[in-house]
C-alpha cells in the first residue's frame, strides 16, 4: 500500500564543506544516497516513511573533506495520490506506472534516477510505446527504457530545461513488463517537479519503431515511404534488401528547423555515400550502384540539432543495374 505521509529532508552545509545525505531503514540498511559537492545543498524531497524508524546519516563526502558545519531540517509531508516516491532507484523496488497513466517526481539529487515499471498485460499485440517527459528547469534529463530482464532497448537525452521523447518503441514479445527510467543526466531540483506521460498504440503503416540504432537492430524496409523520429542523439538504421545488384535512390525530408546526416552502407559496414543537410529542403542520394544483398541506410540528427516532434521522410526506391549505373564515391557532397 502506498504510504501515509513522505519524509523531506534538506541538508545545507558551509562553505566548502562536501557531504553526503544518506536515508537508512530500521536495520540500517541503505534506502537513498544523495551524495553533493563543496557547499552544496542536498535534498531527499520524498522519501517514503515505512513503520519503524528512519535514519539520516550525514557524513563527509571524502576523508579528505575540510571540517566544517551543516544544518540539517527534515519534516512530514501527507502522500501525492500519482506521486514518484523514494526508494526507487532500481528494477526490485519500481513505482507501478501503467501506460496510458502519468506520474509527477522529482530529480532531487546528483544522478537521481526514478525507476517505474509497465505491465504490458492488456495491450495490444504489435503495440509500441511512446513517452513524453516533461522540462525541469536548469536540469538535463534522460529516458531510458528496458526489457523484463534489464537489458537497455533504448534511451533518449535533452539538455537542460529541455523535453524528453522516447517515440514508436517496440514492447519486446513475451515480457509481460518493461521498465522505463527517468534519470538526472545533469543538475537536480528538488523543488520542480516533472511530468512523466507513457503511452502505448499500435504502430502506424509504414512508421519507423525502435529500437533500430544499429545495423544488428534494423528495421527492414522495402520501396516507399518510412516515418519517423529523431531525438536528440537518436540514430534510426533501415535494412533494404535487393535480390541483385541495383541503382538506389534515397530522399530524405528533415523535420523542420534541423539537419540530418544520411548515410549509405555495405552489409560489411564500409561507407557507400553520405550528405548531410535538410535545414532548406530535402537532401538526396541518387544513382547509387549497390550489390545484391542487404544494404543499410542510418539517420542522425546534425550537430545541435533536434526536433523530436517533428517526422522525418524517407523514401527508397531502386531499379536494376544498368550502363548507366557508375558507383559512388565513398563521400556525397552536402
Known sequence: PPPRSLLRVDLRPEAGVAVTLDALDAGGHPLVSAPGQPGEAIAIPNLAIAPGPTYLRVRAASGEAPPGGYRLVAHLAAFDVGAEIEPNGSAALATELAPGGEAVGYLGWRRDQDWYRLPTAGLAEGSVLSVDLDPVPGVAAALQLYGADTHKLTEAHGRKGERVVLRDVRFPPGDAQVFLVVRADSDWSADARYNVRPRADLPKPGAEA??????????????????GYLGRGDVDVFRYVTDAPAVLDVELTPPEHASVKLEILRADGTLVARTEGGRHGAIRLANLAIPGGPIFVRLAGGRGSANPDDPYHLTVSSHPSGPAAEPAPPEAPP
Open 210 to 227: 525502435e529500437p533500430n540504432d544499429d545495423p544488428g537492430h534494423a528495421q527492414t524496409v522495402g520501396d516507399g515511404v518510412v516515418i
